[in-house]
Antibody
Framework: QVQVLQSGAEVKRPGASVKLSCKAS????????IAWVRQAPGQGLEWMGW????????NYAPNLQDRVTLTTDTSTSTAYMELMSLRSDDTALYYC?????????WGKGTPVIVSS | EIVLTQSPGILSLSPGERATLSCRTS???????LAWYQQKPGQAPRLLIY???NRATGVPDRFSGSGFGTDFTLTISSLEPEDSAVYYC??????????FGQGTKLEIK
C-alpha cells in the first residue's frame, strides 16, 4: 500500500544537526513531492518545506530556510530533511507527507528532542 | 505573507449535532489549494478535504467543505463521538508556499 516510513527518534544537543529520512513505497516517487511538517508539543502544525520527487526543486518556510535542507534519493525513493544549528524550540514531532498541493499520505512522525 | 485564522478555537457539541468550522485567509486563495485535516491525539494528521470541497478517499460523507476567496468552511453534518479531534485548514500557493491555520479543537460531549 501507499506509505511513507520515517526514521527513528533523535536526541541532539543544542547547536548540532539532525538528518531525518522518509522512505516512500507503493507509488511512483517522482510523480509527487514530499512535504515536511513539524509539531511542537501541544502546538499546531508548522510547514517546513517541500521538495519535488522528480526535479529536486525545493521551497522552504521563510523562518527556516537558513537552517533546513531537503534532499531526495530517487534510487531508493527516500527523502531527507536536515536541520542545522538546533535549538531547544526545535524539539518537536517531525512528519513527512506525500504532497502536491495537499498532503494525502503521512508518516507516523519522528520525535526530535533538543536538550543539553 | 498569508495568514489563516480558524474559528472557533474550541467547539463543544453533542453527538448528532452539526459542526461548522471556519477558516479565513488574509489573502484570496484559489479554491483548488485549500485543504482540511483531522488530527486525533497521538496520531498523524489525516487529509479530509482537498480543493475546498472534495472529500479524500474513505472520508465519511457527513464531512463537507465549502467556500471560496478568503472564507472557507468545514461542516460535519451529524457528529459522531469519533469526530473528536483538532481540525486544521491549509493553503497552498500563496507566500509562503504552504501554511496551516492554528486549528479548531472539536470536543464531543
Amino acid at each position: 500500500q501507499v506509505q511513507v516510513l520515517q526514521s527513528g527518534a533523535e536526541v541532539k544537543r543544542p547547536g548540532a544537526s539532525v538528518k531525518l529520512s522518509c522512505k516512500a513505497s507503493g507509488y511512483s516517487f517522482t510523480n509527487y513531492g514530499i512535504a515536511w511538517v513539524r509539531q511542537a508539543p501541544g502546538q499546531g502544525l508548522e510547514w517546513m518545506g517541500w521538495i519535488s520527487g522528480s526535479t529536486g526543486y525545493t521551497n522552504y518556510a521563510p523562518n527556516l530556510q537558513d537552517r533546513v535542507t531537503l534532499t531526495t534519493d530517487t534510487s531508493t525513493s527516500t527523502a531527507y530533511m536536515e536541520l542545522m544549528s538546533l535549538r531547544s524550540d526545535d524539539t518537536a514531532l517531525y512528519y513527512c507527507a506525500r504532497s502536491l498541493h495537499y498532503m494525502d499520505v503521512w508518516g507516523k512522525g519522528t520525535p526530535v528532542i533538543v536538550s543539553s | 505573507e498569508i495568514v489563516l485564522t480558524q474559528s472557533p478555537g474550541i467547539l463543544s457539541l453533542s453527538p448528532g449535532e452539526r459542526a461548522t468550522l471556519s477558516c479565513r485567509t488574509s489573502q484570496s486563495v484559489t479554491s483548488s489549494y485549500l485543504a482540511w485535516y483531522q488530527q486525533k491525539p497521538g496520531q498523524a494528521p489525516r487529509l479530509l478535504i482537498y480543493g475546498a470541497s472534495n472529500r479524500a478517499t474513505g472520508v465519511p460523507d457527513r464531512f463537507s467543505g465549502s467556500g471560496f476567496g478568503t472564507d472557507f468552511t468545514l461542516t460535519i453534518s451529524s457528529l459522531e463521538p469519533e469526530d473528536s479531534a483538532v481540525y486544521y485548514c491549509q493553503q497552498y500557493g500563496r507566500s509562503p508556499m504552504c501554511s496551516f491555520g492554528q486549528g479548531t479543537k472539536l470536543e464531543i460531549k
